[in-house]
């Protein structure tokens, strides 16, 4: 079962300005409560992602379509303990990163 007993398990959510990811957050919060640390990320400022009200953490961050979003994304995952990525819009997905060879195949 997900997670173990005493882990918190960090899931970082992209694109948090949407109700997409709201209900997910919402969703994640009500079901695990505190037992998951969640991160969410947008290109808007934190006052204006409704998603960042039920998260731990939020991250400001490039357009996917910057070239800065794929250094931004693999950077903010080394540097942490994120367990799960969910990208929400479809060209965050990972065939996106693979194929600018911004993060290691697996």
């Known amino acids: ?27 994640l919060r009500a079901f695990f409560g505190e037992r998951v640390r969640l991160t969410v990320s947008d290109i808007f400022p934190r006052q204006l992602v409704p998603a960042a009200l039920l998260a731990d953490d939020f991250l400001q961050g490039p357009r996917v379509d910057s070239p800065d979003y794929a250094p931004f994304l693999s950077d ?30 697996p």
């Open 1 to 27: 079962s997900w997670p173990r007993m005493g882990e918190r398990p960090h899931v970082w959510i992209t694109a948090a300005g949407t109700a997409t990811t709201f209900g997910l957050v919402r969703s």
């Open 76 to 105: 903010r995952i080394a540097r942490s303990d994120v367990r799960l990525l969910v990208p929400i819009i479809d060209e965050e997905g990972f065939e996106h990163l693979l194929a600018t060879g911004e993060l290691p195949a």
